[in-house]
């Protein structure tokens, strides 16, 4: 939305003429470089806006480790880079808006513009320092729950709670669920059931 306002501020306002010229310059000083500038900046930040956005509602379905681990770095890198951008824009138009003469544009048009386009210039500073550090905070969400990990981790050494032990569903007497050898076969009275011993 900032980069929006940017853009479409300096587009629409950012361009005036005095009484005895045809031709339009820019307002920030006539120097072109700034709204070219402002102009650049807020159309290709909006753009990654958009394909960051598309990348965060997918992101989920990236099942491989090493795309997931990039996909975090290169947001953290983006948003830095960005706010680094928009840090030099701010700069460079409040200058220019400066060093303005009032002779340039004596019916003073578009001056709520160009105040516009430096104030959300320095509002998408922070914005995109949030964005770098919501990013940063992922990434290490990811890292300490083994989300970016490919190291095999052994369920025994996971500090979280151990299994229970087995215990024999079938044998209700024993409580411990220890295992007992079977009588031996001379046991049985075989002579009152009729039945034989056989050796082998």
Known sequence: VFSIVVFGSIVNEGYVNRLDETQEHCIFNRNRN???????VGV?????????LA????FPQ??????????VLSDIGVSAFWAFLWFV??????NQWQASKEEDNPLNEGGDAARAAITFSFFSI???????????????LGADSALFS???MDPSQD???????????EDTTDAVGTYQQPPPADAFDTETQGYQTQNY
Do not use: H
């Not at 990348?55 to 997918?58: F, I, K, M, N």
């Not at 824009?89 to 409040?94: H, K, P, W």
């Not at 922070?126 to 290490?140: D, I, K, N, P």
């Open 34 to 40: 700034a709204c070219n500038y402002g102009i650049t």
């Open 44 to 52: 290709l930040a909006f753009l990654s806006c958009l394909l960051y």
């Open 55 to 58: 990348l965060d509602a997918y």
């Open 62 to 71: 990236i099942s491989s480790v090493k795309d997931r681990k990039k996909a």
């Open 89 to 94: 824009g701010f700069c460079f138009l409040t």
């Open 126 to 140: 922070f914005t995109w320092v949030g964005q770098a550090f919501l990013a940063y905070q992922r990434f290490r």
């Open 150 to 152: 490919q190291d095999y």
């Open 159 to 169: 500090s979280g709670m151990p299994y229970a032990p087995y215990t024999n569903e």
